[in-house]
Each structure stands twice: as C-alpha cells, then as structure tokens.
C-alpha cells in the first residue's frame, strides 16, 4: 500500500539547513495496523505529512496504492488526499461552525457528491463511531473524545485507502484514548490500513507493528503482539 | 458559479458566522450610502447655484445709455445719450441673424399701484412680447404682452406673483379686474412668476407702446434687451456673444456720436461673460464631488479587501482542514470571492437603496439659496455600485489566492 524509499527532507531555518528524514526505507502493507514512535524532532511528523500528501519529500521515492507521489500540482494532491487519504489529527480539527454530520460531510461535498446520499453516508459513520444521536450538535458542545471520533467518522467517510492519525490521543485523557483506540482498532480489522503517530507506548502498543525513528533514520522496525483496548474501557 | 451545493456551503458559512457577515455587509453598506449622501448633496449645491443664476436667460444682453465723457466731432462732456424706437428697430433688423428674441424697454422704477383699497409701489416696464423669454419668466394665468396690445395702445397690464399676492390678499381671481396704475386703469391680463424670486416678481409690464403714450415719453425708450440664439459650443456661444456685442456698440456709438472708446456713454451687459464663472463654478463643484466620491470608493474598496483579507486571516485553519480533507485551491478561491461578492452586492444594493429613500423623504425639505433639489442619477449610483462590486472582488481576490497557497500543514499547525 505504501512504499517509501531512501526518503529525505530537509527544512530551511534561516541560513542552517535542517535534516530531519535522513533515507527513509518503509513499506506499510494492505491492512496492516504500524504506529511511528519516537522523541519530538525524530521527524516523525513530518514523515506523516509526507505520507498524508501534504508535505513534499526533496528525494526519494514515494508511493502509494501503486501511484507515484511526486511533483503534484495542489490540484491533484487535493484530490489524492481525497480519494486515498482520512486524516486524524491531535486538535481534532472539526470546523467549529459546523454540526458534526455536516463535518463529516465535508470530503464527501469535495467528492461532488449529491447533498442526500452524503447526508445519509455521513449518517451513517456517525453510528458507527456512536454518535448518531449528536449529528446536529457544534463541535463546541461535546467532549474531546466525542470530537474525536466526529473527526474520526469523517476520515471515514470518503472511503480512503489509508487512516493517518497524528497523535489521536494526545488531547484525550487516559480513557477516552483507549476508547478512541478502540475504535481504531475495529476500523483495522474491518480491514483498513492504518498509521498512527504517538509518543506514548501503551497506544503504541495497542498497534501491530511499531516503527521508531531517531533523528530521522528508523531505529527499530518491529511486529508486537496487539493489546487490545477493549480490555481497559 | 451556479451550483446550488456551493450555495448552501457559502450560505451556511454567512449564516453561522453572523456577526462577521453583518460587519462585513454595514461597512460596505456604509460605503455607498455615504457615496449617495454626498452625490446628492453635489447635485443640491450645483442645482442652487444654477437657480441662483437662472433669474435671467443665461445668454443676455441689455443696452442702456448714460453720459459722454469725452468730447467727439465737436459734440461736448456731459450730453445724455436718448435712445429712441428707431435706433431699436435699425439694430434688430443690422443683427437680425444673432437675435432670437428682442425688446425695448420703457420703465418707470417705481409705479403707484392702487387695487380697491390695496396700494403698492412697483416698477412699470412697458415692453415688446419677446421680454417674457428675455426675462424667464413663466404665466401663471392669463397671458403675457401680445403684438396687438402695442399697434393698438391696449391699457393691459401681466403682473408678477408678488403683486398679486400683495394686492389680491383675499384670494380673488386678478384677471380682468382693474387696477389704477399711475393714475390710469388698466385691465390685469396675465400674472407671471420669475425663477428670480420676489424681487423679479415686484413687477408689472405693460405693452410698450401704451407706456410711451401714458408717461408722454414720445418714441424714447430706457433701453433695449436681447438673448442671442443658442450654439452648441459654449466657447462658440461666447465669440458669438462678444462679437454681437461689439456691432451693436459700434452702430449705436456712430448713430450717437460718441466717441469709440467713451466707456460712460453706452452700456452694454452681456450676461454670458458672467454665465461662464457659473459654468466654472459649478464644474468646480461637480469636480470636488466626484473628488470625494471616488476617495469614497477607494475607501470603500480598501475597507473591502481589508475585510477579506482579516477574514482569511480568521479562517486560516478552516481552510487547511478543508484542503487536508480535499479542496482544491480553486474551490477555496472561488468559495472566498462568492462570499464577497454576495454581501458586497447585498450590502452595497441596502446602502444604495437607503441612501436614495433618504434623499427622497429629506430632499423636498432641505431647501435654501444654495441648495435645490439634492437628487443622484440612478445610474451614476448603479455605476458606482457595480464598480465597487468589481474592486470588492478584486480586492478580495488576493486575500483568496493567498488563502489558496496555504499550506494545509502549516494551517493546521497554527494552534
């Protein structure tokens, strides 16, 4: 599913050039469940961005569901993101103005789809994440994890190949991340494939592979036996 | 553009965010409201001034004598120049080609005019039928001085607004009624009103002939006036003018004898040459209203984009969640620039609408010397209008274009 090969990226900062991923080789299979660990400025982040298409790497190779990703035009990144990608991020991320079913709505409007099949679709994701009873409620009006899976249905919405999640947890406190890790967990065995950036071992733990970065170089590429969070909640 | 989905997306985005849109919207509003305010106050003072000026026909010139103050062919300092019918029927029929319309004068400056018991003191002009356009005055009833009133001696007498007012005080109809008029009766014919106001309006004219025979005057007339027919071309209409001038002083200073360059003997008033500070004033008047008005716009304008560009500022983050989940950099464009336009239309059509109801139910009220009817051409505001309209999108394109370079990352980054 993905295949990333002596990747490198390197940002400006004034007249020092930072290198932050030092040839990157990773590959991510269909279906498969990896967390990216590693200390702040391993570069795990930014090999998230890159992955999730909203980055650009300087070199290297990247691809994903067999299609090259390089040299896009905004254009087409923006319909990538759309077709291949659902994204979790740390601050949730809803646009505060809207209710939660017309967030998770949101990718599916940019797929030009008709305003009654998104509805009902995007319904649909919010049972499943069990908030089918908040679908008109503002996101200022529920909990962390309750924004959480909003933002975690409407990664779902538009079908993607691949679920990124930046430090899903990070907001949350300990039940709800194990709740929301829950979630994830059943989201991966209905078969998605799954990459999950964290710093905290226990949500790392509860992946079936985990990848740790250090000063841009993978350290440690290795399976675990998952934990499940279903235990804890 | 035409969308409906982007419709309920750019509506719900208005509509959630009321206060934005609502200041966005009263600013814009503003804008042209007080661009309509000022239009129409231009147009107020430049209609003022035009009426102050209106008293007369613009294109004007009178002749009249005075004394000689130099010594010609023998004749000496100090003669009374007369004029006479004959010198006015030669100079019409030498300059027949500028005159449109022509009369000589008999005035007594002031005239007792007695109504029952009613008295009053007026100027009398005796005058050819031409004076009423030389004049600008207008009928109110009856008629003005006809060509039979003077070939037979009518004792008819058109009197001025002001006088009938004066003289009729309990409402009766003046027509046909008598007044004694310097010891003499005359039948009321006509009442007329003046632009010139109450001074213009403390007169009565009677036919020319009849004031000769009543003041025994003989054939002399008090002076001649003329308007001169229309150019095109202002500039034409003033050679024109100057150049009338000058034959009619040349002829009537040989027929008089005096001599060419005497300045006390003849006077001739061209109210053209004054009628052109009146088109520069006004012209300068327009032009510090359009001054401001386009400083309005561009104020306008300014406000507009600084708006846009605060409200991208604000949506930053909504942007790049909506590019992470799939929206390309036209689609933001196009959504930022809709919802622009949309309330810059909205509002600015508002301020329009309330700018003119304003001039409407004010305008008739605010009336003084300077200032007559405040009104703006609908289709200069409507101009205005789609000028902002288009400036407000381009003022609000770059703000959206930028919105469009943000990096989605970088967007969401921004805590």
Redesign the interface.
């Known amino acids: 599913m993905i295949e990333i090969k002596d990747l490198h990226k390197s940002y400006q900062m004034g007249k020092n050039s930072l290198h932050v991923l030092k040839g990157i080789n990773f590959d991510v299979k269909e279906g498969e469940f990896v967390s990216i660990m590693g200390s702040s400025g391993s570069g795990k982040s930014t090999l998230l961005?890159i992955i999730?298409i909203?980055?650009e790497a300087d070199e290297g190779s990247y691809t994903l569901d067999n299609v090259p990703i390089k040299n896009l035009n905004?254009?087409i990144a923006?319909?990538y993101?759309?077709?291949f990608l659902g994204?979790v991020?740390q601050?949730f991320?809803?646009?505060n103005?809207?209710t939660a079913l017309?967030n998770v709505a949101?990718?599916l409007?940019?797929?030009g789809m008709?305003?009654k099949e998104r509805m009902e679709r995007s319904m649909h994701y919010l049972e499943k994440v069990g908030l089918a009873n908040w679908a008109k409620h503002l996101p200022n009006e529920m909990s962390g994890g309750q924004k959480q899976r909003v933002a975690i249905a409407?990664a779902l919405a538009?079908d993607p190949k691949v679920l990124l999640a930046d430090e899903p947890t990070g907001a949350l406190d300990t039940k709800t991340s194990y709740e929301v890790m829950d979630l994830i967990q059943q989201i991966n065995d209905e078969g998605k494939t799954v990459l999950v950036v964290t710093h905290e071992p226990d949500i790392a733990e509860m992946t079936k592979r985990i990848v740790f970065l250090k000063d841009g170089q993978i350290e440690e590429d290795k399976l675990v036996n998952q934990i499940r969070a279903s235990q804890y909640v | 553009m035409f969308s409906i989905?982007r419709w309920?997306?750019i509506f719900?985005?208005l509509y959630?965010?009321k206060l934005r849109t609502a200041l966005t919207g009263v600013s814009v509003a503003s804008g042209i409201f007080i661009l309509v305010i000022l239009l129409g106050a231009g147009n107020g003072i430049q209609n003022g001034i035009q009426k102050q000026f209106e008293q007369d026909a613009v294109n004007r010139v009178s002749v009249w004598p005075g004394v000689t103050q130099k010594e010609y062919n023998g004749l000496g300092v100090g003669r009374s120049v007369q004029l006479h019918n004959a010198d006015y029927d030669l100079a019409t029929t030498l300059l027949k080609d500028y005159i449109e319309y022509k009369s000589a004068i008999f005035s007594v400056w002031s005239g007792n005019i007695v109504y029952k018991k009613e008295t009053g003191t007026y100027r009398v002009e005796g005058v050819h039928p031409d004076y009423q356009f030389i004049e600008n005055a207008s009928i109110v009833k009856g008629r003005f001085v006809n060509q039979s009133d003077n070939a037979n001696y009518e004792k008819n007498v058109i009197i001025g607004q002001k006088v009938a007012n004066d003289l009729f005080k309990n409402g009766e109809d003046p027509l046909g009624e008598q007044l004694n008029v310097s010891g003499m009766i005359y039948k009321v014919v006509g009442v007329y009103s003046d632009p010139g106001g109450e001074r213009e309006e403390s007169r009565v004219f009677i036919p020319i002939a009849t004031a000769q025979k009543a003041y025994s005057a003989g054939d002399s007339i008090r002076s001649m006036a003329f308007t001169l027919k229309k150019s095109d071309q202002f500039d034409n209409a003033v050679a024109e003018s100057h150049e009338f001038t000058q034959k009619l002083e040349t002829f009537l200073k040989a027929r008089h004898t005096i001599a060419p360059d005497d300045q006390g003997a003849l006077y001739i008033n061209n109210s053209l040459e004054q009628a052109k500070n009146i088109y520069i004033i006004t012209g300068g008047v327009q032009a510090f209203f359009w001054f401001v008005g386009i400083c309005t716009i561009i104020a306008g304008v300014v406000g507009v984009g600084n708006i846009m560009l605060i409200i991208v500022k604000e949506r930053t983050?909504?942007i790049?969640?909506?590019?992470?989940?799939?929206?390309?950099?036209?689609?933001i464009i196009t959504m930022i620039l809709q919802e622009a336009v949309f309330i810059t239309v909205i509002a600015g059509f508002s301020g329009l609408i309330f700018g003119l109801i304003v001039w409407e139910i004010v305008g008739p009220y605010v009336e003084a010397d300077f200032f007559t009817r405040p009104e703006v051409d609908f289709n200069v505001a409507v101009t205005t209008l789609v000028i902002l309209i288009v400036a407000g999108a381009f003022a609000g394109f770059v703000p959206a274009y930028r919105a469009?370079k943000i990096?989605?990352?970088v967007a969401?980054r921004g805590?």
């Open positions: 961005n999730g909203l980055d905004e254009t923006s319909q993101r759309n077709k994204f991020f601050s991320n809803l646009i103005y809207k017309d949101l990718p409007y940019y797929q008709a305003r409407r538009s | 989905e309920q997306e719900e985005g959630k965010n983050k909504e790049g969640i909506r590019k992470a989940l799939g929206a390309s950099p036209i689609s469009a990096r989605p990352i969401l805590e």
